[in-house]
């Protein structure tokens, strides 16, 4: 089994950053993509990023050139960089590994004020 622990959330003005962090443990091995989702009050919970082992990348349309993912194997952890952040982008925002099944986070709400 793959646990995964999120870190980093809160609240920030528009245009502001910031930086979360989540942490795998367990069966790491078996993983091989590590991403964020978030969902937004009333709405899915969708896609923001993720990240291969060798270190591709896919980006949400809504965050591209605003948010980077990154990802060190050896600390089996995965960063998102958000930068000129939106109210939009509030939302609970979830960390996702990928080994035999998925294993999510517990979340870190992300609150962008306008």
């Known amino acids: 089994q793959v646990r995964v622990v999120e870190s980093g959330g809160g609240l920030v003005q528009t245009g502001g950053s910031l930086r979360l962090s989540c942490t795998a443990s367990?069966?790491?091995?078996?993983?091989?993509?590590m991403g964020w989702y978030r969902q937004a009050p009333g709405k899915q919970r969708e896609l923001v990023a993720i990240?291969?082992?060798?270190?591709?990348?896919n980006y949400a349309d809504s965050v591209k050139g605003r948010f980077f993912i990154s990802r060190d194997n050896v600390k089996s952890t995965v960063y998102l960089q958000m930068n000129s952040l939106k109210p939009e982008d509030t939302a609970v925002y979830y960390c996702?590994?990928?080994?035999?099944?998925?294993?999510w986070g517990q979340g870190t709400q992300v609150t962008v004020s306008s």
């Open positions: 367990g069966s790491i091995f078996s993983i091989n993509v």
């Open positions: 996702s590994a990928d080994g035999n099944l998925r294993s």
């Open positions: 990240v291969t082992r060798s270190g591709s990348t």
